[in-house]
């Protein structure tokens, strides 16, 4: 299997098969202890992360590191470009081939879609799409599916119900095309201005899969076994007024909950705004903060095999 991961990119969800996903789940479940802090390993000793974030993060970028760091390896890099010579005017592909020569393996989050595809091809070390704009989030999507096998012991046939902003939410792309690929029964549940990109939808029908397209939660919820619920993505809005009429378009609360399947699971990649109520976070159904550490593992797993340390 090395061979197939050794130096590879992770740019959108579909450069990986669905094999080659299921790898990456079934090694991250053996990172688990690690993960945890239960175990100590020393895998990645002597590698070096470059960590390029152009754009906010929290979990992304911290489980990463703490991934690296919890397998020996080192991190380096910026959070903000501001701090780095981007604020004097140095392009992208610039940037990256530095960062290539300081490091074994690079780890991307920029605001502008294909950023990583065109980072992957200056770059000769492998490289990580931590989210590109409106793009793809495919480290995330690896979570998110590795999120439910554990939840629910499977991914095919499984009710999933994609809520909020999917026309400019990147975790709702990718994690479109792989729920299609793992047989997942799909739901896009959005207002009309913010629903699924054809783009996706040709993708995830391709595949032969059959979304329903849904503007309202409750037509959703009664089926659903996992309510994927994102944030409307602020910053991507060309014009706020179009932004102001959508925003609080969704809120999970215990009162809309009551219609729901007992083993209900809720998901969200965080952070969230308003969309689900704190009340929500001592329910049975939340699912969110065990999918955020599970962040930690599955990156284990992705740097481990791209650097060609662990088949
Ligand atoms: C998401 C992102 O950055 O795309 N966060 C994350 O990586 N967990 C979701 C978001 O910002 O809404």
């Given at each position: 299997m090395?061979?197939q991961f ?7 969800i579909?450069?990986f098969s669905k094999e080659q996903i299921e790898h990456i789940m079934n090694l991250a479940e ?112 690896i979570?998110?599916l590795f999120?439910i096998r554990k939840?629910?012991?499977r991914i095919e ?21 792989a729920?299609?690929l793992f047989g ?114 599955v990156?284990?797993a992705?740097?481990?095999l ?6």
């Amino acid at each position: 299997m090395s061979q197939q991961f050794k130096g590879c990119d992770l740019v959108a969800i579909r450069d990986f098969s669905k094999e080659q996903i299921e790898h990456i789940m079934n090694l991250a479940e053996k990172m688990v202890p690690i993960a945890l802090g239960q175990e100590r390993s020393n895998l990645l000793a002597g590698y070096v992360q470059g960590s390029l974030f152009f754009e906010p993060s929290t979990r992304t970028r911290l489980s990463f590191a703490s991934a690296m760091a919890r397998l020996g390896g080192t991190t380096l890099g910026f959070d903000q470009p501001g701090g780095s010579s981007v604020q004097k005017g140095e392009t992208l592909a610039d940037t990256i081939k530095m960062v290539e020569s300081y490091s074994d393996i690079i780890v991307l989050r920029h605001y502008a879609e294909g950023s990583a595809r065109l980072a992957a091809y200056f770059s000769d070390k492998p490289v990580i799409n931590a989210g590109d704009g409106a793009g793809q989030h495919p480290t995330q999507t690896i979570l998110d599916l590795f999120t439910i096998r554990k939840a629910k012991g499977r991914i095919e046939g499984v009710n999933v119900a994609l809520v909020g902003d999917l026309k400019y939410g990147r975790t709702a792309h990718s994690l479109a095309e792989a729920l299609a690929l793992f047989g997942a029964n799909l739901m896009f549940v959005a207002p009309a201005s913010l629903q699924m990109p054809k783009e996706t939808i040709r993708a995830v029908e391709k595949i032969g899969n059959k979304p329903r397209t849904l503007t309202s939660i409750d037509q959703a919820l009664p089926d659903a076994d996992i309510l994927y619920v994102t944030r409307i993505q602020k910053e991507r809005f060309p014009d706020l007024a179009e932004y102001q009429k959508v925003a609080g378009s969704y809120r999970i609360d215990s009162m809309l909950l009551k219609d729901a399947k007992p083993d209900l699971s809720i998901m969200h990649p965080l952070p969230r705004v308003d969309e689900i109520s704190p009340e929500v976070d001592s329910s049975p159904h939340a699912l969110y903060f065990q999918q955020a550490f599970n962040g930690v593992p599955v990156r284990m797993a992705i740097l481990a095999l791209l650097l060609g340390v662990i088949e």
